[in-house]
């Protein structure tokens, strides 16, 4: 029987959430649309506060499940599906995990069971029946969006190592959702479409936006001026909008004060920037909403005079995480990249007006340097590396940020490169070093020096691998970013490399395939040399002049692991890892994965000789390969070896070279 009464909100953690009652998805709900990026960003901060150091009798609450209780008991699922599947889906892969390596299931674990379907979703309820089942079969997960999910919380997990225990342990008794059942009596549809068209709740960034413009002075005096303040959220409002060049979104007398004619200055602080956005609302009496309502003022519509230009573009970081970025920046502490923590995170470092203005001057140079000099994409294009440009017949257009054709081309190559490899925000440490670079290397907004720039990335770049994946000890990203990095000859690094990071199949970190087809790219176009191949290179040659990195690709085997026609890879001589051997991995998106999953090398080379692009120069490597599987060991260890030699022959003057 249903209810009678209202229930109260129910707080339960995830094993209480899994452990009792039948949810069930309506035919209105839409289909689950979580991605990578979500499941790993959840994964990501749910292990961040697993951590011992003293936070692991915290709580991570993870939002609200609204439902209706239905006669025969079922809730009905109103607000909160997608995170239900997803951890469906992640409990999912935990069992399996644990079944394949014989781990022992706590008894906790063991009691828990799938307790969510589909009503009019049957690819939907096929694929959660599937992910139910003792043995899972991932053909069975019809659903596209269920199988990367699943694919992605398997990966995360299984390179958890020691702390894969502690992880499932406070998913299971700390992450916490709060239940609330809607009335017996609710009209489910008035509520559902009320909830579909309700108004968003403060964003965090606006919240810390009112704060930081309260904050008193120094000596608890006045805070900023009603000037100051008007200034101030101008200023921070144009930088919330961070899908078109910052610029555009002032008015064309703004522009023309704060960056000048030629868009290439900026205010010397924050007293001028205030100034010249001008002064507040001159009417500063307060006035009740009847008030309002019979004499109401409306703001001028917020749009450019240049409607021919709009200055779009899909850029790599949020707001939020674009502000915890510049406070690192503006303080020299690296503080954390996760904006669940901005408001805490800026209440510890913000805490004067005077260092409210402060922080103020930073974000408006930051902001411009990240439009300026970080790769940006228009249109699901390729990621290019440009700035805006004002013309005096066409308002204006935008161009390569460095004179220089190469290093414009290297630059954006190797932004790309850092950016697919860690593509969730609160992991994006190279943006950090990037920004901090061209902060402190800015004149008014503006790096001449691109060879430098060039030179620092690459530096970077070489600080990631050997710093994190060459020794058996990984260095934190944090203290990556200002180390020194002692570049070790070719000869003995082969002999050093620590290679458990690279034999990990299919959990083999993308930073490393990524850092080597960065390499292959450029001694091949670059610096015209050659890179080792075997006896057809002709569609490595064919596409790596135009080759670039994309997101949503996955660690697969070149010799597949279940062969359609051909016999297992085994463990053959010289190849103990077998088919996880680092020359027998690379790069493949979902889709061509999809397609090209079980089929022999031979029938992979003849689908991109087709015509279709390859996500990855090291497959093109492989595929240049006549033979190639567990007879062809020696093939296979050769390629290995050349490849590492890559990774680890980084040249001093290797920019200096390609600039010449």
């Known amino acids: 029987m249903m209810p009678a009464t209202p229930q109260p909100p129910e707080l339960l953690t995830i094993a209480d959430l899994f452990r009792a009652d039948e949810y069930i998805i309506p035919i209105y709900q839409r289909n689950y649309a979580w991605g990578k990026a979500e499941i790993e960003q959840l994964l990501e901060d749910i292990a961040d506060m697993a951590q011992p150091e003293g936070k692991s009798n915290s709580s991570y609450f993870l939002g609200t499940l609204v439902v209706h209780q239905r006669p025969d008991n079922r809730f009905e699922t109103i607000d909160g599906q997608q995170r239900h599947t997803t951890l469906s889906i992640i409990l999912a892969a935990i069992r399996q995990l644990l079944t394949a390596s014989s781990s022992a299931i706590t008894p906790t674990l063991a009691a828990l069971r799938p307790n969510l379907t589909f009503e009019s979703r049957p690819r939907s309820r096929t694929s959660l029946e599937a992910l139910a089942s003792s043995h899972i079969d991932p053909q ?134 205030s100034q010249q956005l001008g002064t507040a609302n001159e009417d500063k009496t307060s006035k009740t909403l009847g008030e309002l309502l019979k004499n109401p003022t409306f703001a001028e519509p917020h749009a450019t005079d240049d409607q021919e230009f709009s200055g779009a573009f899909t850029g790599v970081i949020n707001f939020p995480n674009f502000l915890l970025q510049v406070l690192r920046i503006h303080t020299g502490v690296q503080t954390s990249l996760d904006d669940k923590k901005l408001l805490p995170t800026f209440e510890a470092r913000i805490t004067t007006a005077q260092q409210v203005k402060a922080f103020a001057h930073t974000l408006l140079t930051c902001r411009q340097l990240l439009d300026r000099y970080i790769i940006k994409r228009k249109n699901d294009e390729k990621w290019t590396l440009k700035s805006i440009k004002p013309y005096e017949e066409k308002a204006f257009g935008d161009v390569n940020s460095f004179a220089s054709e190469t290093q414009n081309q290297q630059l954006t190559m190797l932004l790309s490169m850092f950016h697919v490899s860690y593509p969730a925000q609160p992991r994006k440490h190279w943006l950090s070093a990037a920004l901090g670079y061209l902060f402190k290397h800015a004149n008014g907004g503006t790096v001449s020096d691109g060879q430098g720039y060039l030179n620092y990335l690459e530096t970077l770049s070489d600080r990631f691998f050997f710093g994190r994946f ?74 790596v002049a135009g080759f670039h990195f994309t997101q949503s690709k996955s660690v697969e085997h070149h010799y597949p692991q279940h062969p359609v026609d051909g016999i297992p890879f085994g463990t053959p001589a010289g190849l103990p890892e077998g088919v996880d051997s680092f020359g027998n991995l690379c790069l493949i998106s979902q889709s061509q994965n999809a397609r090209l999953n079980n089929l022999l090398p031979a029938g992979k080379k003849d689908f991109y000789s087709g015509g279709k692009r390859a996500d990855s120069l090291k497959h093109l490597v492989m595929m240049s390969h006549q033979h190639w599987g567990p007879d062809h060991a020696d093939v296979i260890k050769q390629h290995e070896d050349d490849m590492i030699n890559i990774l680890c022959n980084v040249e001093d003057n290797v920019s200096q070279q390609a600039e010449r």
């Open 140 to 273: 069975r997960i019809e659903e596209p969006a269920m199988k990367t999910a699943f694919s992605t919380a398997k990966d995360f997990l299984s390179k958890m190592g020691e702390k894969q225990a502690g992880f499932i342990s406070y998913l299971l008794n700390n992450v916490k959702i709060l239940r609330v059942t809607v009335p017996p009596d609710t009209d489910l549809n008035h509520y559902f479409e009320i909830m579909n068209n309700r108004g968003e709740q403060l964003e965090k960034h606006e919240v810390l936006k009112a704060r930081l413009m309260g904050i008193k002075g120094t000596d608890d005096s006045a805070g900023l001026t009603a000037q100051e303040q008007h200034g101030f959220a101008r200023l921070w409002d144009a930088c919330a909008e961070m899908d078109r060049y910052l610029v555009m979104n002032f008015t064309k007398e703004e522009r023309l004060k704060l960056f000048g004619k030629n868009l290439e200055t900026l205010p010397d602080g924050f007293d001028s920037l």
């Open 470 to 543: 060459y020794t058996g000890t990984p260095q934190d990203y944090d203290q990556l970013l200002d180390a020194n990095t002692n570049r070790v000859p070719v000869s003995e690094a082969t002999a050093e490399l620590n290679q458990q990071h690279l034999h990990q199949g299919t959990s083999t970190h993308h930073f490393i395939f990524n850092r080597l087809d960065y390499l292959i790219w450029k001694r091949r176009v670059i610096l015209k040399e050659t890179v080792p191949c075997g006896e057809d290179d002709s569609l490595l040659e064919a596409q």
